[in-house]
């Protein structure tokens, strides 16, 4: 029996309890077991490396000395506990004591960091766990089910421990837990590799919205894989030190921070549990940037009220992956710090906030790659499309100018392999399909000079890249506005005046007791308010139309130029392109409103001069 079919077997047997109600319990009662039977496994190592090794968990309560089957007299393997003493048990001894483990105060004298810290990351991890099992003979039964299948000192068991997340996170879906879903092990290996964190330079990796550490295992395989013959013991100990993840629900962070001890971190304590959005602005330190980002941040769910009320006023959002990219870019992400982020079509031609968003990416980050992917990658969890942001952070120039860092975009459209029409289950994407893209890929250091040469050569006459001059669409746009943004600011001084010369008439009647003196002033300031409302709404107008004319650079959602136009019959990209044909409508309608309101305005200045 395979380990996906062995966790099916499982909650299969939990469904048969009656105090566990629904898969989200399932999951719970599934995840702390499992976590208890790895650390154990995992102390065993430990223990044979070092003979001074001490257990944080309290004798009785180790997973060897109470749930491990152990040999009976008879010589066959049977449980510790019988059925009706092992609910109480749980209940009363081993929860009350974890969720409360006792930390010890750090000596430096007695060298107890490791001490110190495997205890907080066992109490964290039993902080908001729960027991819900209430049939003794039942959880005996997990407990065997656990015992004959999973044993993490097999290498195979471990290599495939992704089924295992793969069928977990499959079932948090189905539990309710929207935007938790399963980024496909090619996605995080082919990201990790092009980030490319460096152990010799001790480069950070963070994944601020961790899950169960797909990206984070990837980023852990690409550096240890720097290791050779001629590393040091320092550079294997510091892999541990280089990731840090934050995951807010409960159930993904106990399973990443197994997952971080699968792969050979030995103090997950760098798996925080915590809402990353949920952290005031300000309370974000220099100290705590990093060099590397690799994450997929939740997209389409919205915090609670309150989260990100401090966040600066034209980046305030609750829409989650809009608050996650405000963060990498400000917060997060040190200069020259390089990141990979998975974001929907949606941030890609976005407006409004997702616009605003992308003039900041492209301002203070050097946004070098967009990697189109196609429908499917993430089935069955979304069928939204989905793309692949790479970004290396600049330094910002306060000079009063708008300094850009970002002069070239180069885009990628990733096509299924020959055969298919889409990514299933059965037939995910593999990272051999990522093949063609490294071989592209090239350079950063001499800005990429290989793709310049796959984008002239003539004989290439199936082009997947792509580039678009930005820096020269963002120059022609803003000359095409700036006449109509001068005219704003000017129209706005003129009303600015106005008001002024109407404050000052309102001061000047002040005391004043003769009617008519007072009236004659007011008519005058009527007059003076009419004036400056109409050149206000002028101005709104003007400002307009030079914003029409430049945000729609902003827009991201490009196709390739050198693909053949494709019909198609999908409900999801009709109705997508249907509501573009709308807004350019509405566009080209709002242009013809303005220039006309335009020259009818000057038309009756005319008139009344």
């Known amino acids: 029996m395979n380990l996906s079919s062995t966790i099916k077997s499982i909650q299969d047997i939990m469904r048969k309890d009656d105090g566990v109600d629904g898969d989200a319990q399932r999951l719970g009662q599934l995840t702390w077991m499992l976590f208890l039977k790895v650390f154990d496994q995992r102390e065993e190592e430990w223990e044979d490396d070092d003979e001074s090794y001490k257990s944080p968990l309290p004798k009785a309560l180790r997973w060897r000395n109470w749930a491990a089957y152990v040999p009976g007299v008879d010589g066959k393997k049977a449980p510790q506990k019988s059925a009706s003493d092992i609910i109480g048990f749980v209940n009363n001894q081993l929860f009350p004591a974890l969720k409360e483990l006792e930390i010890p105060v750090f000596d430096a004298e007695k060298d107890n960091a490791t001490s110190v810290a495997l205890h907080k990351v066992i109490r964290g991890v039993f902080e908001d766990a729960n027991n819900y099992m209430k049939s003794g003979t039942q959880l005996l039964a997990v407990i065997e089910k656990l015992e004959e299948a999973i044993n993490f000192h097999d290498f195979k068991t471990r290599a495939n421990i992704g089924d295992v997340y793969e069928q977990l996170l499959n079932d948090l879906r189905g539990a309710g837990n929207a935007g938790e879903f399963y980024t496909p092990r090619a996605i995080t290996a082919f990201m990790a590799d092009r980030v490319n964190p460096r152990l010799d330079k001790r480069e950070t990796v963070m994944d601020p919205a961790c899950g169960t550490g797909g990206f984070l295992t990837a980023a852990i395989d690409h550096l240890r894989n720097q290791i050779t013959n001629k590393s040091s013991t320092e550079d294997k100990r510091a892999i541990e030190d280089l990731i840090r993840g934050i995951e807010k629900k409960q159930l993904p962070h106990l399973l990443c921070t ?13 798996i925080e549990h915590e809402n990353t959005l949920g952290i005031g602005w300000n309370e974000w330190s220099a100290n705590q940037k990093v060099d590397c980002i690799i994450t997929n941040p939740p997209f389409g769910g919205y915090e609670d009220d309150g989260v990100g009320s401090d966040y600066p006023a034209d980046l305030k959002t609750r829409e989650t992956a809009d608050m996650f990219m405000a963060l990498i870019i400000k ?4 200069d020259n710090g390089r990141a990979a982020v998975v974001l929907p079509d949606g941030f890609l031609f976005g407006d409004g906030i997702k616009g605003t968003l992308k003039k900041l990416l492209l301002q203070e980050c050097n946004l070098h790659t967009i990697i189109r992917l196609p429908k499917g990658v993430f089935a069955p969890y979304t069928t939204i499309k989905t793309n692949l942001l790479f970004f290396t952070k600049g330094k910002r120039v306060d000079d009063g100018s708008e300094h850009f860092n970002t002069d070239t975009i180069w885009f990628y459209e990733h096509t299924y392999p020959k055969g298919y029409k889409s990514y299933s289950k059965t037939k995910p994407i593999r990272i051999e399909e990522f093949e063609p893209i490294k071989e592209w890929w090239g350079n950063e250091e001499d800005n990429f000079a290989t793709r310049e040469q796959y984008d002239t050569d003539p004989d290439n006459k199936d082009k997947k890249a792509w580039k678009v001059d930005f820096k020269s669409i963002r120059e022609q746009a803003e000359a095409a506005a700036a006449p109509h943004w001068a005219n704003a600011e000017s129209l706005n001084n003129q ?13 000047s009647i002040k005391g004043v007791s003769d009617k008519s003196q007072r009236q004659s002033v007011e008519d005058d300031i009527e007059v003076l308010k009419t004036e400056s409302e109409g050149l206000r709404l002028k101005a709104r107008d003007a400002q307009a139309a030079g914003d029409r004319l430049y945000w729609p650079i902003y827009n991201l959602d490009l196709k390739n130029p050198n693909a053949p136009e494709e019909e198609s019959h999908d409900p999801d990209e009709l109705l997508i392109k249907f509501k573009k044909l709308l807004g350019e409508i509405e566009e080209t309608e709002n242009q013809l409103k303005s220039e006309l309101a335009a020259a009818l305005s000057h038309h009756f200045s005319n008139e009344e001069a």
Do not use: E, F, V, Y
């Open 495 to 507: 009303a600015s005046a106005l008001d002024n010369r109407i404050r000052d008439l309102r001061d």
């Open 331 to 334: 917060k997060l992400l040190k």
């Open 258 to 270: 197994t997952n971080m001890l699968l792969h050979g971190i030995d103090i997950p304590s760098q």
